[in-house]
């Protein structure tokens, strides 16, 4: 059974700093981990991913202010999110995609509320 241990969110003053933490258990051989966001009345949207190997994506309205980091053999990925605003406040939702027996399958976290606050 796939299961996500999602942490760190909270409530943050504008500028300030939150560290979001993902723990994955249940899965075995993960490909991409990332984090998505939803606003309230928005669609979810990427937030980071990063692969196995490193190689990382950022959305732009996150650029130089928040950074994806993983540890393949926890399976575990963080967001360390910096200079926050109060656009920036959202659910955040931790995901991997990841295959069982051959076919690929995608995850999804409870998600962890970030608010910011002006």
């Known amino acids: 059974q796939v299961q996500f241990v999602e942490s760190g969110g909270g409530s943050v003053q504008a500028g300030g700093s939150l560290r979001l933490s993902c723990v994955a258990s249940?899965?075995?051989?993960?490909?991409?981990m990332g984090w998505y966001r939803q606003a309230p009345g928005k669609q979810r949207e990427l937030v980071a991913t990063i692969n196995p190997d490193g190689r990382i994506n950022y959305a732009d309205h996150v650029k130089g202010r928040f950074t994806i980091s993983r540890d393949n053999a926890k399976n575990t990925v963080d967001l360390q999110m910096n200079s926050l605003k109060p656009e920036d406040t959202a659910v955040y939702y931790c995901?991997?995609?990841?295959?069982?027996?051959?076919?690929?399958?995608?995850?999804w976290g409870q998600g962890t509320q970030v608010t910011v606050s002006s």
């Open positions: 249940g899965i075995f051989s993960i490909n991409v």
């Open positions: 995901k991997a995609d990841h295959y069982e027996l051959g076919s690929k399958f995608t995850s």
